[in-house]
């Protein structure tokens, strides 16, 4: 079983800045990609930004400039530092891992995507 859970979302005026964090728990044997997924209402879930184990990023190109993804390996914990934030950005915003699982005898399974349950953005004035 593996777990990903978000936080840091909320209601914040145009101009400002979020934090999101997601928090990879459970069977894990190594976190390949991680990324931020949004989807707003009425729109198809669209990639924010994505990096890979070894630190390389990718953004989309509505965010570039903006929002700055990063990870703790350590920490199985991703990042997406949101800033100048636009009404546009309203979505809520998923947490996407690829998992090595971890079997009960030590070694490594497959690989497996997860997905968190959401953390609502809202940017309004």
């Known amino acids: 079983q593996v777990q990903l859970v978000e936080s840091g979302g909320g209601s914040v005026q145009p101009g400002g800045s979020l934090r999101l964090s997601c928090a990879a728990s459970g069977s894990i044997f190594s976190l390949n990609a991680m990324g931020w997924y949004r989807q707003a209402p009425g729109k198809q879930r669209e990639l924010v930004a994505r990096i890979t184990s070894g630190g390389n990023t990718m953004y989309a190109d509505s965010v570039k400039g903006r929002f700055t993804i990063s990870r703790d390996n350590a920490k199985n914990t991703v990042y997406l530092q949101m800033n100048s934030l636009k009404p546009e950005d309203t979505a809520v915003y998923y947490c996407?891992?690829?998992?090595?699982?971890?079997?009960?005898?030590?070694?490594?399974?497959?690989?497996?995507?997860?997905w968190g349950q959401g953390t609502q953005v809202t940017v309004s004035s």
């Open positions: 996407n891992a690829a998992v090595w699982g971890l079997l009960p005898s030590g070694a490594r399974g497959g690989m497996r995507d997860h």
